[in-house]
């Protein structure tokens, strides 16, 4: 049996991990694009009379996975005299969601300020559906390049492997040549860079 890195008992923890993080991937999307409900449900709670952790705990019962197993987190913390900020921003960290964040920040100044939390919610709703839209958009005008990029990125592979096809002794002096394999070493690095570059290019920031 082999005893090499990538023999047969490392496999299943590589595909574990995949696995989960496939798996964390998707939760953490779910819950961004839940995040819209559960504001709604956060300020109708407030308007209805109920303190910040009421109006938690009563969106943790009315969403679904995983918001509502996130909120009730929340609830659970605090229960054991977690400071409520503290919660607020692990379960930001936890998702990877800088609109949760804006949320905490939210929940942190009106309780320190005071003012009516119901609408400052209602206004960070506003904008995280702006900036899902524009998000959207962008994603959108994007896949034209990641598109294009992966055409050129294949097209010189896919170029040797025809003419190896259609006259297989015609690329034999790039592979016996010293300065064959010299010019196949320089490719790869000049397509690595240009792969870089698109990637940079088309991986916008927002």
Do not use: C
Not at 184 to 206: C, D, E, H, Q, T
């Amino acid at each position: 049996m082999s005893s090499g890195p990538f023999s047969s008992a490392s496999l299943p923890p590589l595909v574990a991990h995949l696995v989960l993080k496939i798996r964390a991937g998707k939760r953490r999307d779910k819950f961004e694009d839940q995040l819209g409900d559960t504001l709604q449900l956060l300020s109708g709670g407030l308007r209805a009379g109920h303190s910040i952790l009421r109006a938690i705990d009563a969106a943790a019962s009315e969403s679904v996975s995983p918001t509502a197993e996130e909120m009730r987190r929340i609830i659970t913390e605090t229960s054991l005299g977690r400071d409520l900020q503290a919660s607020l921003s692990d379960t930001a960290e936890r998702m990877r969601s800088e609109d949760f964040v804006w949320i905490g920040q939210a929940i942190q100044i009106n309780r320190e300020v005071g003012g009516n939390l119901a609408e400052v919610l209602d206004q960070v709703n506003e904008t995280i559906r702006e900036r899902s839209e524009i998000k959207g958009h962008i994603k959108s005008l994007a896949a034209e390049g990641k598109f294009s990029a992966y055409i050129l990125m294949a097209l010189p592979v896919g170029i040797v492997l025809m003419l190896m096809v259609v006259n297989p002794g015609y690329m034999n002096v790039m592979f016996t040549n010293p300065i064959g394999w010299g010019l196949i070493a320089l490719s790869v690095i000049l397509m690595a860079i240009g792969g870089l570059w698109m990637r940079k290019i088309i991986n916008l920031k927002f």
